[in-house]
Nanobody, 124 residues
Framework: QVQLIESGGGLVQTGGSLRLTCAASGRDFSAYAMGWFRQTPGKEREFVAAIRWSGVVTSDADSVKGRFTISRDNAKNTVYLQMNSLKPEDTAVYYC?????????????????WGQGTQVTVSS
């Protein structure tokens, strides 16, 4: 069992930056691939980025390439999402997810555990 708690969301102006943190509790955190997803009302959960247990980033969504960076610290059981050059279309609830696998996935249904989400709002 893994519990995930996101933090770091908030209100920021266009072009600004935020750093989201996902703190995980439970055993064998390093055995999990981790991902970030986001969701806006009435839409499906959208893949943002994912990272393997080794720290190798395997995928970022095209919409965030060059602006968002995912990273993890297995010693601290923590995953981060650094978001730069934010745009109004990045406004969403951001979710951290854990997948008990060495491999990442861009599909939300491939993840086993989810956090409660943190709101990110980018004003124009």
């Amino acid at each position: 069992q893994v519990q995930l708690i996101e933090s770091g969301g908030g209100l920021v102006q266009t072009g600004g930056s935020l750093r989201l943190t996902c703190a995980a509790s439970g055993r064998d955190f390093s055995a999990y691939a981790m991902g970030w997803f986001r969701q806006t009302p009435g839409k499906e959960r959208e893949f943002v980025a994912a990272i393997r247990w080794s720290g190798v980033v395997t995928s970022d969504a095209d919409s965030v390439k060059g602006r968002f960076t995912i990273s993890r610290d297995n010693a601290k059981n923590t995953v981060y999402l650094q978001m730069n050059s934010l745009k109004p279309e990045d406004t969403a609830v951001y979710y951290c997810a854990a997948r008990r696998s060495l491999l990442t996935s861009s599909r939300a249904d491939q993840y086993d555990y989810w956090g409660q989400g943190t709101q990110v709002t980018v004003s124009s």
